[in-house]
């Protein structure tokens, strides 16, 4: 088998690895400095860039990806523990540097990045060509050392041996060696029905460290000298500084400047509650004459009008207008409108930037590298390879650390420029910064139309589509965007997998928008799978046909759709009545199903709604494709994880906007669902010996329709608006 990484260095990596191993503290930081110095005269052996096997018969996984919770660390060890043949208590993880020469993401081309679920199914090959590279090599050297042929080695949990001569030897004994090997030009890899740790139960990597607290996220970063900066933003979009008077902030203890910089001012303090206390005393003045002012409620109407008429055609196939017209048919139609979202991840956003002698030095939860070494490098007038990125562990991110537009970090690096000084600066927003600084799941509204025959057959279908463009504006927009429609705004309705002989998409991309969207997470698939899914069960009610026979029949040349659906409906027990409620309790039972990230997903949702219209999930039954599953009980992590995400959005999420101010601030005003209100969840995992696909994001998608499909079941009430309302359920 050829071997994509036979010309990459063996050598040479230490380097920029050992850079990652500044601490959080000067006593970590002079440990991990004399680690690393030891480490580097043991003569490490190090195959490809993403593994490490010192003398000390460590296995260390250099993962180019960021690990924000989502069990990235623990799966792409477990890709190279498996072909290595390591044990799976001596490998351990580091996250790699920014360097998109070695550390590519080979879903988005010459660029660094985690995002759109592509973590390992972009490292599948990458990392099992890697473990056994390196499993060849100290095979080859163990075999020269004892005088016997290769083929007459065996290896497993780190410890190879040779039968016949009773000899054995671990990796680090063989380290050195097995450097000196020449990097085989092929490699044989495992047959799947020999994995002893794919498809298996391993402990994640990250989970001891985050309970005892030992962990790193940028929170925890606390370098010599460094100061802590707090930025007052103005609170309208397009707001500028008009003045501002520090008297009061700088007369705090502990503030040490305040500067105005591009997107408001700035107090540096020495810690975060004093740098906190000094913006508080500003007073400021912001210059709102190119603000953006209008309400949520005037952007709904905007987008309302403009779904009246034709927008560019996303897909079309057939002649929906002429079927839609046609006589002899009956006419369904319905309208959704869905609200900003913000991400609220649990550590809002934060970054860590030093000037050194000749370029930057950053500590971040690190999710877009190249993207924002590029920034950080044409800011500072330095080349690329002398802004150095440390990627630290992020508290969550669902897409707000991948921002396109690199705000939080340019914000850290405007502070430092501008003041001129060599301390690090920690930049922190708090959690009400992160909730009004925009970056949302943008706000969309949605039309659709179709047609059915005598026989309730779908004979058309006519999906408009309004709302702003991720891409447009983002260095991805090339690609992104093809003859005026993002893709982005229309996956999921573009890509419909449903058997309709006459179908048309359409997009509509408001101008003169100013408020900043960003991919939340599974991007569009968050309201194209809601409108889809819930008016294809009123499409089933109005024919008079059972919802998950109609899509199986819609199906037939979607075999990994179905396969999903069928597993989710019979663990669910379609079919069967549910218990009854208490008195005035209405019950349902709903289902939907749909691809994102080249996975599949169905989900059966039951609920319980009360006769005041409040709304209890009940349960979650879950099936999932998403290829080979390395880590099994990561996927149904992600799976239970993006139920609860998921309920949040339909339960409470919504960002709106007063004479463009964002009402909401903290999880007082955008609460995350409680845990009283967590279903059962249930998940069931196809079998499969496909490439392993994405999981962080399409376990989300199904969720709000399956719920507003057994809302619908149980009060005959089609729920078109995000969040739900109980006062329009009330029995």
């Excluded at 972009?122 to 050297?141: F, I, K, P, Y």
């Excluded at 139960?201 to 010599?224: C, E, I, M, W, Y």
């Amino acid at each position: 088998m050829n071997n994509p990484i036979q010309n990459l260095s063996r050598r040479g990596f230490l380097q920029g690895a050992a850079g990652l191993t500044l601490g959080l503290s000067l006593p970590a930081f002079a440990a991990k400095a004399g680690a690393a110095a030891a480490q580097a005269a043991a003569a490490p052996f190090e195959p490809t860039p993403f593994l490490r096997i010192g003398a000390d018969n460590s296995v260390t996984v250099l993962s180019k990806h960021l690990e924000m919770g989502q069990g990235t660390y623990t799966g792409l060890a477990t890709i190279v523990a498996e072909e290595l043949d390591a044990a799976w208590a001596q490998v351990k993880v580091e996250g790699a540097p920014a360097d998109a020469k070695r550390f590519n993401n080979l879903a988005f081309g010459p660029m660094q990045g985690t995002g759109g679920s592509t973590a390992m199914a972009n490292s599948w090959d990458q990392l099992r060509q890697t473990g056994a590279t390196a499993r060849a090599m100290l095979v080859s050297a163990a075999a020269k050392r004892w005088n016997v042929p290769a083929a007459e080695i065996t290896v497993r949990d780190g410890v190879l041996s040779h039968a016949a001569s009773k000899r054995q030897a671990t990796f680090g004994e063989l380290a050195e060696a097995a450097a000196a090997e020449a990097v085989p030009a092929s490699v044989s890899l495992k047959d799947p029905k020999d994995f002893r740790l794919i498809g298996k139960r391993a402990p994640r990597k990250d989970s001891f460290a985050k309970t005892n607290g030992s962990a790193q996220f940028t929170q925890d970063v606390h370098l010599p000298g460094m100061l802590v900066a707090v930025v007052a933003h103005s609170p309208r979009f397009g707001g500028k500084l008009k003045s501002f008077d520090a008297r009061k902030a700088k007369a705090i203890k502990g503030v040490v400047d305040v500067v105005a910089i591009p997107t408001g001012v700035a107090v540096l303090a020495t810690d975060t509650w004093t740098a906190k206390k000094g913006r508080d005393a500003l007073s400021v003045e912001w210059d709102d004459s190119a603000a953006f002012r209008m309400g949520s409620a005037e952007m709904q109407a905007l987008y309302q009008a403009l779904a009246q008429n034709p927008g560019l055609v996303a897909r079309n196939e057939g002649d929906a207008p002429a079927a839609l017209a046609a006589a002899g048919t009956r006419t369904i139609k319905a309208s959704y409108d869905f609200p900003y979202l913000a991400h609220a991840a649990m550590e809002p956003m934060n970054c860590v930037i030093q000037r050194t002698a000749d370029g930057l030095e950053v500590w971040n939860g690190e999710q877009f590298q190249t993207v924002d070494q590029g920034t950080l490098a044409a800011m500072f007038g330095l080349p690329a390879d002398k802004v150095t990125i440390h990627m630290l562990y992020a508290g969550g991110s669902f897409g707000r650390r991948a921002s396109t537009q690199v705000d939080y970090i340019r914000e850290a690096a405007s502070i430092v420029k501008t003041t001129g000084t060599r301390a690090p600066v920690k930049l922190v927003w708090m959690r009400e910064d992160d909730t009004k600084a925009g970056y949302y799941r943008p706000m969309f509204h949605h039309t659709i139309e179709a047609t059915l025959d005598a026989a309730g057959n779908i004979q058309a279908w006519r999906h408009r589509l309004v709302g702003q463009s991720i891409a447009k504006g983002s260095p991805f927009e090339a690609f992104m965007i093809k003859d005026g429609v993002d893709g982005l705004s229309v996956e999921g309705a573009a890509s419909l997998p449903y058997a309709i002989p006459n179908l048309q998409v359409e997009l509509h991309t408001p101008a003169d928008i100013p408020v900043p969207v960003l991919w939340w997470r599974s991007v569009g698939s968050t309201h194209t799978a809601y409108s889809t899914e819930t008016f294809l069960d009123r499409l089933a009610a109005e024919g008079k046909q059972d919802p998950v026979a109609l899509r199986l029949k819609l199906l037939e040349k979607h075999p990994r759709h179905a396969a999903v659906l069928r597993l989710a409906a019979d663990k669910a027990g379609w079919g069967t009545p549910l218990a009854k409620g208490k008195p005035g309790e209405r019950r349902g039972r709903g289902v939907a199903v749909h691809e994102s990230f080249h996975s599949f997903v169905a989900q059966v949702a039951e609920v319980t709604v009360a006769a005041d219209g409040s709304i209890k999930v009940d349960r979650i039954v879950a099936a999932v494709d998403c290829g080979m599953a390395i880590n099994p009980d990561n996927v149904r992590a992600q799976v239970e994880g993006s139920v609860g995400f998921a309920l949040s959005a339909a339960l409470h999420g919504e960002i709106t906007l007063k004479d463009g101010v964002v009402e909401q601030g903290n999880f007082g005003e955008y609460a995350p669902i409680r845990i009283n209100e967590m279903p059962k969840v249930e998940v069931h995992i196809i079998a499969s010996a496909e490439k392993p696909t994405g999981i962080g994001e399409p376990g989300v998608p199904p969720v709000a329709p399956a719920v507003a499909n057994a809302i619908a079941a149980a009060t005959g009430k089609w729920v078109t608006r995000m969040p739900f309302r109980s006062d329009a359920l009330k029995a």
